[in-house]
């Protein structure tokens, strides 16, 4: 069968590969020269299925408010901006703001999370597949005793979906992490473990994969701009790009972010927004002074991964429409809490600062699988958790394609949802 994949990023690559694995004929349509150039380029590298518990729940519209006045605040929302598209999303996300929500919500996450983890792993032994993974875990550190109670709370509920996670005080967490000792010193509270969870870089990854796929013999079309999708009744015809039509037996919208903007010119509504998230990357100076284990600090809403010589900082939403402007006040926080961590791991001199948009549904769930068109099949809104579930995400879509029941329930991952 013939097959268009949509976007090049680690979610649309790794959907071509698993295609070609199934012995498609697989062309890819990606706008820049090169794979994972945009969202998966620089993220914070983790493979955190522990971070299934959605942005939507009861306490986060009046904390969203009360950050809306703070330039630096790790999630930047502002709604008198003029943005219909912001407004629409936002009804939504706030009628997840409930408890119920969030479990259902936090159930559905973690099932494709858990899922994908297990997918990546038996990818890399097939593969030997490399990008300076580290599968030491991920460490959650707290800073008040109120949000490590709060941790522990969020950690209970994980458990019981089938994500355990390990109570650390500070000093184990020291013990795994000698890097942590200066935090420890003022004012660390405690950890949580997730030892199955993983980090590594999204970018290598997807460049690698890359290859294989053309091993394969899918075919990567770059710089290639999409101009509309074309369709006849219930069935998609083709793909129009400024370097001419390109048609096939079935599509694969895995656009990311600008999914929107294409689906909507089929009459396909789907409520993904972009949330803005930055990093930084820095040399490492000091191997001893640096974390080797991944880390989430979940007081500052921040996550420190170390990618060979190098480690990357990542944190901060900001929805703020379709602008990837680079802000240096939006940066600042990262440095300033790396320095704080790690002072003597880096001087933090060439920071190499990115910002990439993230693309957010209002219930922090994936959209998967098949829609009202009969050869169009989903494949976005992974919000902050598209590398983690790139794999899994892949191997359902291929799957469907291919005419296998996935090994997961899809309930509660389609589009109809929304509905």
């Given at each position: 069968?013939?097959?268009?994949?949509?976007?090049?990023?680690?979610?649309?690559?790794?959907?071509?590969?698993?295609?070609?694995?199934?012995?498609?004929?697989?062309?890819v349509?990606?706008?820049?020269?090169?794979?994972?150039?945009?969202?998966s380029?620089?993220?914070?590298?983790?493979?955190?299925?522990?971070?299934?518990k959605?942005?939507?729940?009861?306490?986060?519209?009046?904390?969203?408010?009360?950050?809306?006045?703070?330039?630096d605040?790790p999630?930047?929302?502002?709604?008198?901006?003029?943005?219909?598209?912001?407004?629409?999303w936002?009804?939504?996300?706030?009628?997840?703001?409930?408890d119920a929500?969030?479990?259902?919500?936090?159930?559905?996450t973690l099932r494709?999370?858990?899922?994908?983890?297990?997918?990546?792993?038996?990818?890399?032994?097939?593969t030997?597949?490399?990008y300076?993974?580290?599968t030491?875990?991920?460490?959650?550190?707290?800073?008040?005793?109120?949000?490590?109670?709060?941790?522990?709370?969020?950690a209970?509920?994980?458990a019981?979906y089938g994500?355990?996670?390990?109570i650390?005080?500070?000093?184990?967490?020291?013990?795994?992490?000698?890097?942590?000792?200066?935090?420890?010193a003022?004012d660390?509270?405690?950890g949580?473990?997730?030892?199955?969870?993983?980090?590594?870089?999204?970018?290598?990854?997807?460049?690698?994969?890359?290859?294989l796929?053309?091993?394969?013999?899918?075919?990567?079309?770059?710089?290639?701009?999409?101009?509309?999708?074309?369709?006849?009744?219930?069935?998609?015809?083709?793909?129009i790009?400024?370097?001419?039509?390109?048609?096939?037996?079935?599509?694969?919208?895995?656009?990311?972010?600008?999914?929107?903007?294409?689906?909507?010119e089929?009459?396909?509504?789907?409520?993904?927004?972009?949330?803005?998230g930055?990093?930084?990357?820095?040399?490492?100076?000091?191997a001893?002074?640096?974390?080797?284990?991944?880390?989430?600090d979940?007081?500052?809403?921040?996550?420190?991964s170390?990618?060979?010589?190098?480690?990357?900082?990542?944190?901060?939403?900001?929805?703020?429409?379709?602008?990837?402007?680079?802000?240096?006040?939006?940066?600042?926080?990262?440095?300033?809490?790396?320095?704080?961590?790690?002072?003597?791991?880096?001087?933090?001199?060439?920071?190499?600062?990115?910002?990439?948009?993230?693309?957010?549904?209002?219930?922090?769930?994936?959209?998967?699988?098949?829609?009202?068109?009969?050869?169009?099949f989903?494949?976005?809104?992974?919000?902050?958790?598209?590398?983690?579930?790139?794999?899994?995400s892949?191997?359902?879509?291929?799957?469907l394609?291919s005419g296998?029941?996935?090994?997961?329930?899809?309930?509660?991952?389609?589009?109809?949802?929304?509905?």
């Amino acid at each position: 069968m013939k097959v268009v994949v949509l976007g090049a990023g680690v979610v649309g690559t790794t959907t071509a590969y698993f295609l070609a694995e199934d012995r498609h004929e697989v062309t890819v349509i990606e706008r820049e020269p090169a794979p994972a150039l945009e969202t998966s380029f620089a993220n914070g590298a983790q493979i955190s299925a522990c971070h299934a518990k959605p942005w939507a729940g009861p306490h986060v519209p009046w904390q969203a408010f009360k950050w809306m006045f703070k330039p630096d605040a790790p999630l930047l929302f502002r709604p008198w901006r003029f943005d219909p598209a912001l407004w629409s999303w936002g009804l939504k996300f706030l009628r997840n703001c409930t408890d119920a929500r969030l479990h259902v919500n936090m159930q559905r996450t973690l099932r494709v999370a858990l899922y994908s983890r297990a997918v990546l792993k038996a990818l890399r032994q097939r593969t030997n597949i490399q990008y300076d993974q580290v599968t030491q875990g991920i460490l959650h550190i707290y800073r008040t005793s109120a949000e490590f109670t709060e941790g522990r709370k969020t950690a209970a509920q994980l458990a019981g979906y089938g994500l355990p996670q390990d109570i650390l005080t500070p000093a184990e967490c020291v013990k795994l992490e000698p890097a942590l000792a200066h935090a420890a010193a003022r004012d660390l509270k405690g950890g949580l473990l997730s030892p199955e969870d993983e980090s590594g870089d999204a970018q290598k990854f997807t460049t690698a994969l890359s290859r294989l796929a053309a091993e394969r013999g899918v075919k990567f079309q770059f710089g290639t701009n999409i101009r509309r999708i074309e369709r006849q009744g219930a069935h998609i015809t083709r793909v129009i790009t400024d370097k001419g039509p390109i048609e096939a037996d079935a599509f694969v919208l895995a656009l990311g972010s600008y999914s929107p903007h294409f689906a909507r010119e089929i009459d396909l509504h789907l409520p993904v927004y972009p949330a803005k998230g930055y990093s930084i990357t820095v040399d490492i100076e000091n191997a001893a002074a640096a974390p080797t284990v991944s880390i989430t600090d979940e007081t500052n809403f921040m996550v420190f991964s170390r990618l060979g010589n190098k480690l990357r900082v990542a944190g901060t939403a900001e929805l703020a429409g379709w602008s990837t402007e680079l802000l240096q006040r939006r940066v600042e926080p990262l440095v300033r809490n790396a320095k704080s961590l790690f002072p003597a791991a880096s001087t933090y001199g060439d920071l190499h600062a990115w910002a990439g948009l993230r693309p957010a549904t209002p219930d922090s769930v994936p959209i998967l699988g098949a829609t009202r068109y009969e050869n169009l099949f989903l494949n976005t809104g992974h919000g902050t958790l598209g590398w983690t579930m790139a794999c899994g995400s892949a191997r359902i879509i291929a799957d469907l394609i291919s005419g296998r029941t996935p090994e997961i329930d899809l309930e509660g991952l389609a589009l109809e949802r929304f509905d």
